[in-house]
């Protein structure tokens, strides 16, 4: 079961308007076992009912690659940051293009990162130990943050790539239960 669509380059055919497709949601999440496939497609200003039919030409090309069901979702560049669009920040933050092979964002020069703010003050010495080791490794094993190209910012806060949130929050929560997450638009 393929459910990484981006990565394995697709041989797809579609339209000079066709601005980038982009998969996005739990299937570009490491560690997780998705449902579906959820697709944007980014068209240039065309009318919608040909937005839907190309779009489900797409679907139709990408559905032979994987045995998920496919949800694909055309818009505009308007339609996209439009206010009622509740899939943006998903998109913006965890979408991949197939065009680029790379964060979708990037195309408007930012970098998406996930933040995660910890409180260690009131665990116990070996606890705070564990944390450290789960960071930083422990006898020559790494540990997620050189595991996962993260970044400890500072005390009490690390920086990592969206598509690894799942796993850095299923071992930090072994740990702690204080800390907070912020999804982050970084301009390069």
Known sequence: MIHNL??????????????????FGSSVMENTIPNDIDIAILFQ???????????QTIKHQLQKLTNLPIHITPFDLYSLFHEGNFAK???????????????FSKKFNL????QISYELKNLKKKDKVR?????????GKYGLLRKYNGK??????????PEYEKIFLESIKKITSKFKIKKILIQN
Do not use: V
């Open 6 to 23: 981006w990565q394995k380059k697709p041989k797809l055919t579609y339209s000079k308007e066709t601005q980038d497709i982009i998969q």
């Open 45 to 55: 200003k065309i009318p919608l009912k040909e937005q839907l039919l190309q779009a």
């Open 89 to 103: 920040e998903n998109i913006l933050i965890y979408g991949k293009s197939f065009i680029t092979k790379d964060y």
């Open 111 to 114: 970098t998406p990162k996930i």
């Open 131 to 139: 944390f450290h080791y789960l960071l930083k490794g422990k006898k």
């Open 152 to 161: 400890l910012i500072n005390p009490g806060l690390i920086e990592i790539l």
